[in-house]
Structure formats: C-alpha cells, structure tokens
C-alpha cells in the first residue's frame, strides 16, 4: 500500500508523506499505550462526558469556520489564499462572540437536552475550543497550500503527545473536574500556538495588506463552501456523532462512554491515517488533474493496495475485541470490545474510503455529495431510534453499523466513478 502510494506521489511528496503518517503514527502510538492508563484513571461515564462535549464541539465547529479554511488551497493567486486565511480566523471568532452569551445563561438547559447534566459546567468553554480549533483548521490548510508539511507533522505530533499526557495528569492528579475535557482543550491549545506563530510569521512575510472589501470578496467567491460544504459537513459529523448523542439520551452515560472508547480505539488511527494520505494526496490530485491527467487508474489500485493492507489489522479486531480490550483495559471495557466488533465493517469501509473525500470538492460535486449525507444521516438516525424503541443497544448498533457500511460502500464507488468520468471532461 505505502509503496504504490510514494511510487504515485514521487520522491519530493514521498518525504511530506512520510513526515505526516510517521508523526500520526508516534502520536497515535503515544494515545495507545496511555489509553490502558486512561481506561483505570477514568470510568466510563466520563469518557460519556467527554465525548458529548466534543460531538457538540464537531458540529459548532464547522459552522463556526463556515468551512472557508478548505478553500484555502484552490486561489493561484497567494493574496487571495491570505484573505482566505484571514478571513477564516474573524468568522470563527465573531461566532465564538455571539455564542458566549447564549451559552453561559442557558448552559443548563442545553445540558438537560442533552440528556447529561454533568456537562452544563463545561459549556461554557466551547467558545475557546471553537477559536482553538478554527485557527489550527486556517493554519493547518495555508501550511499545506505552502508545502509546509513538517510543521504540520510537528504540529500533530504535538498536540497527540501533549494532549494524551495532559489526561494522564488531570487523572493522577484527581482532579474534581473531567480531566479527558481539560486534557483535549490544553493539547488542542498548545499544539495550536505552535501550528499558528509559525503560520502567521510566514504570512507577514507576504507583506499583503486585507481590507473588509477583500475578505467579502473572497467569501463571495467561494461561496460554495458555506451553502454546501458547510452544511454537508454539518451534516457529516451530526451523523459521527449521533450515537453519543442518542445513546446518551436513549440509554445511558454509560453505554455512551463504552460506545466512544470502543470507536476511538480504531477510528482515530483511521482518521490520522486518512488525513495524512489526503493531505498530501489532494494536493497532488488537484496539481495533476489541473494538468490533464487521468488519475482513476492510480486511485483504483490505491484502493485495492489499502484494502490488502487494512483487512490485515481489521480481522483480528472482529474476531478477538472482546477479550483483548478486558485483558488490557480491564473488565469494565470489554463491552467497548463488543461495541468495536459490531462496528469493524463499518470502520474498515471508513478506512477505503476517507483519504478519498476530496474529490467531490475538485469536480464540485458537493450538493450530491450533501444530499448522499442527509440520506445518510436519515438512515442512522432510523436505525438508532429502532434500537432505542427496544432498548437493546445491540440491536441499535448491528443497525446502525449495516447502514453505515452500505452507504460508505456507496459512497466509495462513487468516488471512483467520478474519478473516471474525469477522462472524459
């Protein structure tokens, strides 16, 4: 699979690759050897409370950036993409403003919506998060606009590395408050700072000066992004995050807690993985379909070279979950193993399909790629709600993940047609 990738993205790409996947790979080696530390520090409630708080975070998040910070690497022209870049960090922080005040006097009822009073206390920090997280998106994508791929190695290995080992702390410590909560903002922060001063020193070298007449007129230009990226992101990560929210709601804290830590054992590598590959991946897409070139032949045998390699560390998983999450992270997770063998083909198609997910946006397919998304969305939500309406969580999962499953395959071969169909325009 890596070679006929780095055969693909040549000598100078293999290195920006390399530098990506190995920093994904330490970071997320540094994550995994915590999370048996993690799993006796913390129960699963609050592994529950955290992750409401980030499916909460994923869905203000986009809105918050209206996903402009994609746009970034398309402009040729360098001034434009610093207006882009700009543009991106007001957004964030004036809707971070107008949240602040909603937020704080009705954190207690939001909560109880939610379905988790615990979590009306740390309301109030997602406007931080939200500017946290939409100027590492801005300086994350004018760092790969500009190639700078080692300070976003860096900076990911960062904020894995700090993140992970803030948890730790706040569990050692005992602390009152969630520490999963505190240890996510203070490694987002910090693995930020860096991404961010480095990206704002290169972007001060340019010398171009932004006026309001600039950022709307970039905002114009691109506004695709928020009339359908935005909402079909929206709508992606309402869809991640609906088992949070409906087990929560529908079940317990608990069953959340053991659904999320089940999910993330696997579907963080496969994010990092996937994000790693997209990231240079797109770029080389983008130069060599602007060039005429035919990439479907290539993306074909990528899939098939990720498939041979992915099946590998996927079977063990469907097979041995349940006791290999009682024997290293305790009795109390081996339903999380349950949980993640139900899940696997789901998380498997994920893993073919994610590092491809840009390609809507090159052949500006994206009101398909947004309508596919609610169907999907709808269909999720269908099956959760039969499982909650017999409450067996089981049941709700085998569902769930069975329509999860179809609709990536789908969305998989859709991609690919795309790239076909790309000769032809």
């Not at 993409?81 to 602040?100: E, K, P």
Request: aromatic share 14%.
């Amino acid at each position: 699979m890596l070679r006929s990738l780095l055969h693909f993205l040549r000598l100078e790409p293999i290195r920006h690759f390399m530098a990506l996947f190995s920093s994904s790979v330490i970071g997320q080696g540094v994550a995994l050897l915590l999370a048996p530390v993690l799993s006796r520090l913390f129960v699963p409630d609050d592994f529950g409370l955290a992750a409401l708080y980030l499916s909460l975070l994923s869905i203000l998040s986009v809105i918050s950036t209206a996903k402009y910070e994609q746009a970034i690497m398309l402009p040729r022209d360098e001034n434009a993409a610093i207006h882009l870049f700009r543009l991106v960090l007001r957004l964030t922080i004036l809707f971070s403003i107008l949240l602040m005040a909603p937020l704080t006097l009705f954190r207690t009822n939001i909560a109880t919506m939610l379905g988790n009073p615990a979590i009306a206390p740390w309301i109030v920090f997602v406007p931080l998060s939200l500017i946290i997280h939409g100027t590492f998106q801005a300086s994350l994508f004018y760092s790969n606009r500009t190639k700078m791929f080692n300070r976003m190695a860096k900076s990911t290995l960062l904020q894995q590395g700090l993140t992970s080992s803030s948890k730790v702390l706040a569990g050692f410590l005992k602390t009152p408050f969630n520490g999963l909560i505190a240890g996510q903002i203070a490694g987002q922060f910090l693995a930020t700072c860096f991404l961010y001063l480095h990206t704002l020193r290169q972007v001060l070298k340019q010398k171009v000066w932004t006026t309001t007449k600039d950022l709307i007129s970039q905002a114009k230009t691109y506004s695709q992004y928020p009339r359908y990226n935005m909402l079909l992101s929206v709508t992606n990560n309402l869809s991640g995050s609906l088992p949070i929210f409906m087990f929560t709601w529908g079940f317990s804290v608990e069953v959340a807690g053991l659904y999320a830590f089940g999910y993330t054992f696997v579907f963080r590598p496969v994010s990092l993985f996937s994000q790693s590959t997209q990231q240079v991946l797109s770029q080389k897409m983008i130069e060599q379909y602007h060039q005429g070139k035919y990439i479907y032949p290539v993306l074909k045998k990528m899939v098939g070279r990720f498939f041979i390699a992915g099946i590998i560390p996927f079977i063990p998983v469907m097979i041995w979950a349940p006791e290999l999450f009682s024997f290293v992270f305790s009795d109390a997770y081996e339903t999380s193993g349950r949980y993640l063998q139900i899940l696997s083909p789901w998380l498997f198609m994920v893993f073919l399909t994610s590092p491809l997910t840009f390609l809507h946006e090159l052949f500006f397919k994206q009101k398909t790629a947004m309508i596919i998304d609610v169907i999907y969305l709808i269909l999720r939500f269908l099956a959760l709600y039969i499982g909650i309406r017999m409450q067996n969580e089981m049941y709700a999962l085998a569902l769930f993940s069975g329509v999860s499953t179809l609709m990536v395959g789908y969305k998989l071969s859709w991609f690919l047609y795309l790239a076909k169909q790309s000769k032809k325009t």
